[in-house]
C-alpha cells in the first residue's frame, strides 16, 4: 500500500483597511506558529500581504482566522486571495515594510490605553510602573505622531528617542504583544514629563507638583495625545469660575475626566450622571469619547460647568497620563480643550506657554512631539442612538465610502463653523478631525497643515477644490487663491443633504430637512429653515420657513435679541423686552439696511430664547437654544402652523402663531418652551405629507445643527415615523456643519456620475 505524498499550497492574501498599527503582523505570525504555517507577512502601503504555504485544509482555516480573529482594534475592509504556483518557505517570518505599492493607505486614529498597559503601570514591581507614556500594539497614539506611511517609527514623531535594549528586545520579538509598538517607550528611553510655572522648571516630580496645585484650586494646562487640556477641579465653583473668567468663556458646558473605577470602569461617572449599558459601552470603548449624560439631582459637580442644561459632557482617561494624574487627583476633573476661542488645541509646548500664559497657574509638559492636533470627539443620545457632534482623537481620520466614484482626486474644505476638510478619490472619502471656527490665523495654519498631511499621508493629489458657495467665508477665499486645481462650489445646503445622501447611501429621491443657523442660498437669501427634494448633485427647494430680516446680519448669532425684536416686528407685535432703546435696529430693519432676509430655523429658535429666557446677548452660538430645550419636560399639544405655497412654488410654513405664545409672560417658560418644540416638529410633519402627496417621496432625512435638539428631533422622527415616513437621521457624521465637507465631494461625484451618464 503506498503512501500519496500532497504538496503544499500556497496562497496569497492582501488585506486593506485598518491593518497597520493595530498588531497585525504579530497576530498573524503567532497564529502561523500555531498552524505549522510557513511563509511571511509584510506591511505594504497601507496594506498588509500574507504569503502562506501548507496543507490545503489548514491553510483555509488559517484563513478563516485571519479574518474572524483579527486584533479587536483591526478593521479589515477588503481581502484578495491568490493561489501561487511553485512557492515554498522554510519557516514564518515578518518582512521588513515596504512602500513600493499604489496606496491603499488607512491611516489609523489614536487609541487609549488598554487593560494590559494600566494593568502594568500600576504594578509596583514593572519596569515601566506610574510610566505616563506606556503603550502597545493594542493602544497609543496613532494619527497624532505619524508624519508619513508605511506606519513606522522612523516614521513618527518618537524618531528621535533611541530605544533602550529592553524595549529593542521587546519591539523585535514577535510573540511580545510589543513587536512593532511603534511609540514603544519606557523611563529609561522614552518621552519625560515636565513642569513650569512662570520661570521655574520642575521634571523629576512633575506629576506631583500638578496634583498639588490642583488641590490648591489652581488650574494646569496638561498636554496630552492630541493637545493641552485646560484642567482644574470639577467639584471646586470657585476653580471653576476663575477658569471661565480668564478663558472669557462664561457659560459654555465645561467637559470632565472622571476617574475609572468599578468593574465597568464607569462607577465615578454614575455618581455624577445618569447611565445605561449604551452610555458604558461608548464611555470605555477605546474611542473614550466625550459623552453628554443627563446630570443627577444630587450631582456635587461645580453648577458652573454646564449652567442651565442639566447635562455633563462626560469622559474617562485615555492615556496614561490622565489615568496617572486622576488616580492620584483621586476626583473628577474639569478637562476643556486648551485653545482660545474656537481655535484648534495647542500642541506645542512653547506655544501653549505663550498663548495660554493668562488662563492657567502651571503647565504640565512632556516632550513627545505632536505632529498634528486632535480634539476630543463629542457624542451625544438622541432618538434610540448615540451619534456624533464632532469628530476627533479616537474617531478620525473617519472613513467613508461613496455610492458614486469620483472623476479626480478632490479637496473638500467645508464651511466655516466646526470645521472639518475631506479627501477623496475614486470612492474613497476620508474626513479630518474637527478644526474649528475658521475666522483665526492659527485655525487657518492649522488648515493648511491638515490640507497639506492628508494629501501626503495617503499619497493622493487633489486635482479638483470645492468650496462652500459663500464668499465671506474664510475656506471659501482659501480655494479662490489655489491656482494648481480646478476649483468649484457648492450650496450650503444641498451640501448638507448630499452629506446625508452619502452616508445613508441614497440612490432613491429623498425629502432632507435642512435645519441649522444660516447657510447662503441660490437666491441669495440666508437660507436654514429649508426642504430638498431629490438627490445628490440634483436638489429642488420644495419646503422653506417665513422668512424674516435680520438688523445686524450676522451679529444675530450672538446677540439673538436682534432675531427675537425682528420676528415680533415681522408680525406687528411689541416686545416690552427688547434692547433697542433708540431703535436703531428697528429702523435699519424697516429699511432692509444690513438687514438680510433669511429662513433659518437656527434664527427662530434664537428669537424664542430670547423672548422665554432673556437670552438677549450669548457667548457662544446656539447657547440660547440649548438653555430653551434644557427647559422642556413633556410634550405639549402644538399650534398649528399654516404652510402655503410661495410664487415660486414652496411650501412655506408661517411660524407668526407661535409669537403671542412666546410673549405670554403669564405661561410659565417650561410650557411656553415645551410648545414651541413641540409646533414646530408638528410643523415639520404638515410639510412632509404636502410633499408626499405631490410626489409619494417616503424617506425623509434630517440634517443641520438644529437637528442636535434632542427634545426636537425625536418628537420629529416618532412623528414621521408613525406617519409611514422613513426617517433619516445621520449615525456616522455630525449633523452640524462638520458634514458640510462630504456633502460636498459627495455632490461632485453625483454631479461626475451624471455627466458619465
Known sequence: ??????????????????????????????????????????????????????????????CADIMECAPPLSRVTASKQQWLADVLFDGFEIVTSTADDAAQICVPPDYFMCDDCRKEMQDPADRRFRYPFINCTQCGPRYTLIRSMPYDRPNT???????????????????????????????????????????????????ECAVRMLQQGKSLAVKGIGGYHLVCDALDTTAVGRLRARKQRPDKPLAVMFPVRGADGCAAVGDYAHLDADDVALLASPMRPIVLLRQRRASTLAANIAPALGEVGAFLPYSPLHQLLLDAFGKPLVATSGNISGEPVLTENAAAEHRLAGLVDGF???????????????????????????????????????????????????????????????????????????????????FEQLVDDLQRLYRVTAARIVCDAHPGYTTHRWARQQRSCDVETAWHHHAHASALAAEFQLHEPALVFTWDGVGLGADGDLWGGEALLGQAGNWQRVGSLRRFRLPGGDRAGREPWRSAAAVAWECGRTWPACPDRDELARNAWRTGLNSPASSAAGRLFDAAAAIVLGAHNVSFEAAGPMQLEALCRSRREPIPLPAAKDTYGTW??????????????????????????????????????????????RQVGLCGGVFQNRVLTEQVVDLLQDDGFKALLPARLPCNDAALCVGQVAEMAARDSTREN
Open 1 to 62: 500500500m503506498s503512501t500519496v505524498l500532497h504538496r503544499p499550497k500556497t496562497i496569497r492574501m492582501t488585506l486593506s483597511g485598518q491593518v497597520q498599527g493595530v498588531g497585525f503582523r504579530p497576530f498573524v505570525y503567532r497564529l502561523a506558529s500555531q498552524y505549522g504555517i510557513t511563509g511571511q507577512v509584510q506591511n505594504r502601503l497601507g496594506d498588509v500581504e500574507v504569503v502562506a504555504c501548507g496543507d490545503h485544509v489548514k491553510l483555509q482555516q488559517f
Open 157 to 207: 514623531s518618537m524618531s528621535g528617542f533611541r530605544m533602550c535594549a529592553d524595549c529593542r528586545a521587546e519591539y523585535e520579538d514577535p510573540f511580545d504583544r510589543r513587536f512593532h509598538a511603534e511609540p514603544i517607550a519606557c523611563p529609561e528611553c522614552g518621552p519625560a514629563l515636565s513642569f513650569a510655572t512662570g520661570d521655574s522648571r520642575v521634571a523629576d516630580d512633575a506629576l
Open 364 to 446: 504640565l509638559h512632556h516632550d513627545r512631539p505632536i505632529v498634528r492636533p486632535a480634539d476630543d470627539p463629542v457624542f451625544r443620545r438622541i432618538a434610540g442612538r448615540h451619534r456624533p457632534l464632532r469628530l476627533g482623537r479616537g474617531s478620525a481620520p473617519l472613513e467613508l465610502q461613496l455610492p458614486w466614484s469620483q472623476a479626480c482626486p478632490t479637496l473638500a474644505v467645508g464651511g466655516h463653523m466646526k470645521n472639518t476638510i475631506a479627501l477623496s478619490w475614486d470612492r474613497r472619502v476620508i474626513v479630518s478631525p474637527h478644526i474649528g471656527e475658521m475666522d483665526s490665523p492659527r485655525s487657518l495654519a492649522v
Open 652 to 697: 412655506r410654513m408661517d411660524w407668526e402663531p407661535l409669537v403671542d405664545m412666546l410673549l405670554d409672560a403669564g405661561r410659565d417658560a417650561s410650557e411656553r418652551a415645551e410648545i414651541f418644540h413641540s409646533s414646530l416638529a408638528y410643523g415639520l410633519l404638515g410639510q412632509a405629507r404636502a410633499i408626499r402627496e405631490e410626489t409619494g417621496v
